[in-house]
T-cell receptor, first 114, second 117 residues
Framework: AQKITQTQPGMFVQEKEAVTLDCTYD???????LFWYKQPSSGEMIFLIY??????QNATEGRYSLNFQKARKSANLVISASQLGDSAMYFC???????????FGQGTELSVKP | GAVVSQHPSWVICKSGTSVKIECRSL??????MFWYRQFPKQSLMLMAT?????????EQGVEKDKFLINHASLTLSTLTVTSAHPEDSSFYIC?????????????FGPGTRLLVL
């Protein structure tokens, strides 16, 4: 069975500092994709970044980077130079090669302090 | 690119009425769309997978007759909450897939907040 675990219910970070949001996963699929989404208080789910299991390099998208450690089955999201607008819920998700379902973690609520 | 719209964003209705929510992929075609439900401070719960031209696949515990899903075209899926009751009040959010295989990315609509009085 596939599972995503986010162990940090809430995180605080000072504006302009970097923050790492943890995500570990479990799957028996040989190939899979890992995703991070941001959900501000408005409710919409915003796609941030994708990492494929066979990708050799860690994914980066602007201030977002994914620290992918396959042997440890972790896919942590790193946000550099935090901004007040980064305050939101962040969800890690995984999709295997079988079926179309996206498995979500429980989320981490990030608060950026001025 | 990959924009998904959802309408309405807010709906308040009386108990016993039916509510239809539309989900549209605006700039891409989606053979598969998904419907989720989310309670406050919780993760998304997948309700059903909507496939264009075929019946939706419902998750265990989700009532098919209660939550009717129709995927009429490659850009439109609808969720109808039939005979809504206060316990159906929730945040409903849809997504549409773009891409291939495990690299397919789900892009989400802005969600619909349903309040049943």
């Amino acid at each position: 069975a596939q599972k995503i675990t986010q162990t940090q219910p809430g995180m605080f970070v000072q504006e302009k500092e970097a923050v790492t949001l943890d995500c570990t996963y479990d799957t028996s699929d040989p190939s899979y994709g890992l995703f991070w989404y941001k959900q501000p208080s408005s409710g919409e789910m915003i796609f941030l970044i994708y990492q494929g299991s066979y990708d050799q390099q860690n994914a980066t998208e602007g201030r977002y980077s994914l620290n992918f450690q396959k042997a440890r089955k972790s896919a942590n999201l790193v946000i550099s130079a935090s901004q007040l607008g980064d305050s939101a819920m962040y969800f890690c998700a995984m999709k295997g090669n079988q079926g179309g379902k996206l498995i979500f973690g429980q989320g981490t609520e990030l608060s950026v302090k001025p | 690119g990959a924009v998904v719209s959802q309408h309405p964003s807010w709906v308040i209705c009386k108990s016993g009425t039916s509510v239809k929510i539309e989900c549209r992929s605006l700039d891409f075609q989606a053979t598969t769309m998904f419907w989720y439900r989310q309670f406050p401070k919780q993760s998304l719960m997948l309700m059903a997978t909507s496939n264009e031209g075929s019946k939706a696949t419902y998750e265990q515990g989700v009532e098919k007759d209660k939550f009717l899903i129709n995927h009429a075209s490659l850009t439109l899926s609808t969720l109808t909450v039939t005979s809504a009751h206060p316990e159906d009040s929730s945040f409903y959010i849809c997504s549409a897939e773009s891409g291939r295989g495990y690299q397919e990315t789900q892009y989400f609509g802005p969600g619909t907040r349903l309040l049943v009085l």
